[in-house]
């Protein structure tokens, strides 16, 4: 029983309490570059979570078998290589989302959230476990990706998806679609996020 | 956009779209490392000799891999050489210069996960630009990332000595402060035609 309310854990985490995004601050450039519609930052969060997923997967199966020495090169094949898949699939379902997507795609590689996994978690950890987490800390991901191009896009282009949402006569706050509409926002969430967590200890301490 | 002259190209990399507040690369040193001015300035140039290195062997590497028809190892090769470069940067510095080495410290191996370089190489090879030209283009963005960081670091520094709220200290800060440095960096979209 207490296995299992723990492995609840490593999942729910992930989502809000080690938030990768709004508590951690990882993976910050495919989350500012592709957030300025919500369709952009939703298939780039899920193709995020794939390979969050499956390197964990992966590293976890093999966390016995590589050497110390080369851990975080073999780990960074590792995650170019399903990255590769990814980017060919995205390429073979829609042209036009690989094209708004661009070089992004291929520079998940280098995203910190799935090293930093790979590192601190899968390498130590049971394969179940890891998956759980993959999951957990992509589906977080991918909120914290919706949250910011939701609101980039409503406000910018008037918009959610592609659907109008206003009045002809919204003015649209070009900025936010602009790359530092994208810091704005994101400093919006994280301001959120700091004076809520600040409450909460505020309520606990007195 | 094979034949931009050498200076568009630099001004282009440098200014109009600098990576870090246009392209949003190389976000994570950015707010890490831009606390102070004096580390900001070393990480700047340790990150534009990096490109330089990975940048010419990029290139290389690409002419390679059309020639035997397999872009799928792309990717996989360019991180290959940018994780062995940092290695080789790391080694070299530790022997020339344990000062420098020890100032930059964990940043120097960071430089691999840093997003810029290989956003680089994607981007000079997506443009098809020739040697000379791939050259100037890693070198302009290794002065925009440096122009970026300093004068983030300069902000910060100041911030220091002002009252802000608690709430907003730390990254939100640093991320408004970013947003008003990226706005501004807009004014350059003039420039070079």
Known sequence: ?206 | MTDDSLWTIFLNASLINNFVLAYFLGICPFLGVSAKLETATRMGGAVTFVMLVSSSCAYGIHQFLTAIDAPYLRLISFIAVIASTVQLVEMFIKKVSPGLFRALGIFLPLITTNCAILGLALFQTNKGYNFVQCIVYALGAGVGFTIALVLMAGLREKLELAHVPDVVRGTALALMLAGLLSMAFMGFAGLGG
């Open chain 1, 1 to 206: 029983m207490k296995q299992q309310t723990t492995a609840t854990d490593e999942f729910v985490k992930g989502l809000w309490k080690e938030n990768p995004v709004f508590i951690q601050v990882l993976g910050m450039c495919p989350v500012l570059a592709v957030s300025n519609t919500a369709r952009n930052a939703l298939a780039m969060g899920l193709a995020t979570m794939f390979v969050l997923v499956m390197s964990n997967t992966v590293v976890s199966l093999l966390r016995r078998f590589i050497p110390k020495q080369v851990r975080i090169a073999t780990y960074i094949l590792i995650i170019a290589t399903f990255v590769t898949v990814v980017e060919y699939v995205i390429q073979a379902i829609s042209l036009d989302l690989h094209k708004a997507l661009g070089a992004f795609i291929s520079l998940i590689v280098v995203n910190c959230l799935i090293l930093g996994r790979a590192e601190a978690f899968a390498s130590k950890n049971t394969l179940g476990r890891s998956i759980l987490d993959g999951l957990g800390m992509g589906l977080g991901f991918v909120f914290a990706l919706f949250c910011l191009g939701a609101v980039r896009e409503i406000l910018g282009s008037g918009s959610l998806f592609g659907a109008r949402l206003f009045h002809a006569g919204f003015q649209n706050w070009v900025v936010m679609i602009l790359p530092s509409g994208g810091f704005f926002t994101l400093a919006g969430w994280l301001l959120l996020f700091n004076w809520l967590k600040q409450r909460r200890q505020g309520e606990v301490a007195g």
